[in-house]
């Protein structure tokens, strides 16, 4: 049973930094690709970043290449989100997902688990 536990969500100002942690059981962590994904109020899921098996390869959504970075531990289990000059935008609730393959992917349908995910309020 694989289960994805978030943490380090919270309140923050708008210029201000947040670090993400999720921790994975009940698989092996490091034979699949991790991503994070953001939900706002009204508004739908959307990738934020990826992160392949080995943590060699990411990929980010454009809205926030230059201030996020995605990162893993296999030794862990646990996959990172720095997150450095938030805005208030980036308000939403935040899950990260383990994927169904081992290669960086961006879209819902790639992402086999979903953790219950942490929010994150950026004040302006």
């Known amino acids: 049973q694989v289960q994805l536990v978030e943490s380090g969500g919270g309140l923050v100002q708008a210029g201000g930094s947040l670090r993400l942690s999720c921790a994975a059981s009940g698989r092996t962590f490091s034979n699949y690709a991790m991503g994070w994904f953001r939900q706002a109020p009204g508004k739908e899921r959307e990738f934020v970043a990826a992160?392949?098996?080995?943590?060699?390869?990411?990929y980010y959504a454009d809205s926030v290449k230059g201030r996020f970075t995605i990162s893993r531990d296999n030794a862990k289990n646990t996959v990172y989100l720095q997150m450095n000059s938030l805005k208030p935008e980036d308000t939403a609730v935040y899950y990260c997902?383990?994927?169904?393959?081992?290669?960086?992917?961006?879209?819902?349908?790639?992402?086999?688990?979903w953790g219950q995910g942490t929010q994150v309020t950026v004040s302006s």
């Open positions: 992160i392949n098996w080995s943590g060699l390869y990411t």
């Open positions: 997902a383990q994927g169904t393959k081992s290669v960086v992917a961006t879209t819902s349908s790639s992402y086999a688990y």
